[in-house]
């Protein structure tokens, strides 16, 4: 999580396929500027990229 250009806190995502993930942060951040950062993925059989569908920030 990096709210307003600096990282606040890292969270690693389970390997679950195409299942939703809830991620709870250790506060809530304000700001004006928030970004998710992929600092990693595994290499897929049938694509080069990672997909992220949905974002919901409560």
Do not use: H
């Amino acid at each position: 999580m990096i709210v307003d250009g600096e990282v606040m806190e890292t969270v690693p995502l389970k390997e679950e396929g195409l299942n939703w993930q809830t991620i709870t942060f250790a506060k809530p951040y304000t700001g004006k500027e928030i970004a998710l950062r992929i600092d990693s993925a595994e290499a897929g059989s049938s694509y080069d990229d990672c997909c992220i569908a949905e974002v919901e920030f409560f």
